[in-house]
């Protein structure tokens, strides 16, 4: 299976009305670039405002999730990101020219037969997965709402719905990889209870609902007057119910369609974390406030790892030891700054500096009080990111790497004799040309000593 993020190669758009505004809209699903996320673009508005697909913009989760940034919102945003998450798509610039994405069917059915149509394609940069490695847990009293997290190395999600409804009763659905989304879930519509119509419609919403694009289902049938007043309400013909079950005999595509279109919000909600996830979601009653509360401990989660020192395990048989790194970097003692590389692929690489009182160094840069040179520190990691260079051509002892630059290098805790440094520099995009860009981190007892951004060359010998 393809680690890489995917986009779409061309655009395409589609046109509706939103459930709860009522306003008709056109949205135009375009490629984007490798890390560019989900994002949309207002382009009705002045300026043509963009709006981050992010739970922390999350402004309203009453009957769907609104997000809000510069100034700008979008309604319903959970069946298009559901879609987009569902067929593994990383990147996407979303245009749409009103304030509610349109409801369609009610599922996200159209929106996924629409970026299949053009083409989903994928990038050169690999996808960023936060993978679940301890429980999480989140927990709603009022709404009766649980949701647990639990280490998985896919996409899985396990959905259980009750509301007490003799119509309803207890429903179950299932996910266990990210290629059932469409065909046992994309198709799955929204639904609604009868009794909440009225509501629903004396407090503004569904002003685009129909019967073509919602389930209604009626556990008890209200006299035909009542009947005829919520009718009015909600400017339809008038409503006969002379059954409880689906309001007109609609036929669904699964029994458990509404268990399902309740994984399905679940998938689009998640979206807004940011990254694709493997773990396992299980949910009870889930609504999309508990959806988007769930994201948001996820989403702390990712930031609290990214500031925790990565585990590295140190008694592993090395990749590549002194000798091997000889072979490679053009360096010798006392300039050679890495003994050994514990972790190499095609995007990152790990080395490892054992800092003794034996160091040259050592004699002349504050010899009372013995500290490393932040210049060596940085040297140190470039020549680690030189290992990751050079691995990516067949013959490495015929090139040599060249510092280009550095920026925004930071020195956050002296090293001193005795300390392990552990270097890890990432790409921080494809290599070009033989140009190479890493962000680079030095760690010292699960410590981030010193942090830059570094960029070299790749240079044949002559």
Do not use: W
């Amino acid at each position: 299976m393809s680690t890489k993020q995917k986009t779409i190669k061309q655009s395409i758009s589609l046109n509706g009305v939103g459930l709860h505004t009522g306003q008709k809209a056109t949205v135009t699903f375009k490629p984007a670039v490798e890390n560019h996320g989900f994002v949309f673009q207002r382009i009705d508005l002045e300026g043509k405002p963009t709006i981050k697909a992010d739970c922390d913009l999350v402004v309203d989760t009453s009957r769907g999730t609104t997000i809000e940034q510069n100034g700008a919102r979008v309604h319903t945003t959970e069946h298009i990101l559901s879609a987009a998450y569902g067929l593994e798509i990383d990147n996407l610039l979303i245009e749409i020219d009103g304030p509610e994405v349109p409801i369609l069917d009610g599922s996200a059915h159209f929106f996924v037969q629409s970026l299949k149509d053009v083409g989903i394609v994928d990038q050169e940069a690999e996808k960023d997965y936060f993978i679940i490695e301890e429980n999480l847990t989140y927990e709603d009293p009022d709404r009766m709402t649980e949701m647990l997290a639990v280490p998985q190395d896919e996409f899985r999600l396990t959905v259980m719905v009750d509301y007490n409804s003799p119509t309803l009763g207890t429903q179950h659905a299932h996910m266990y990889h990210l290629g059932e989304f469409e065909p046992s879930i994309s198709k799955c519509r929204t639904f609604v209870f009868l009794r909440e119509l009225e509501f629903l419609a004396k407090n503004n919403l569904i002003k685009g609902g129909d019967l073509d694009n919602a389930i209604v289902l009626v556990d008890t049938i209200p006299p035909q007057e009542k009947l005829d007043e919520l009718a009015e309400l909600l400017g339809k013909p008038k409503i006969e119910i002379t059954a409880t079950g689906v309001l007109n005999n609609l036929e669904l595509h699964f029994q458990d369609e509404p268990a399902r279109h309740k994984l399905l919000d679940i998938v689009g909600d998640l979206a807004l974390v940011g990254k694709p996830i493997k773990g396992h979601i299980l949910a009870a009653r889930p609504g999309h406030k508990g959806n988007v509360d769930f994201a948001k401990i996820i989403k702390a989660e990712i930031k609290k790892k990214q500031k925790a020192a990565p585990k590295f395990d140190l008694t592993s048989e090395p990749i590549h030891d002194i000798n091997d790194i000889e072979k490679m970097l053009p360096h010798r003692y006392p300039m050679l700054l890495v003994d050994k590389i514990i972790e190499l692929s095609e995007t990152h690489v790990v080395g490892v500096k054992n800092v003794t009182m034996n160091e040259q160094f050592f004699q002349g840069h504050f010899p009372g009080a013995p500290v490393m040179p932040g210049v060596l520190i940085i040297e140190a990691m470039a020549q680690t990111g030189g290992i990751l260079a050079l691995s990516t051509v067949p013959d490495p002892e015929n090139y040599l790497t060249y510092f280009l630059k550095i920026d925004q290098a930071r020195f956050k805790a002296k090293v001193i004799p005795g300390d392990t440094l552990i270097f890890r520099l990432d790409l921080s995009s494809p290599i070009r040309r033989g140009i190479v860009q890493m962000s680079a981190k030095a760690y010292v007892n699960n410590k981030v000593v010193a942090e830059g951004e570094l960029m070299a060359q790749i240079v044949k010998k002559k």
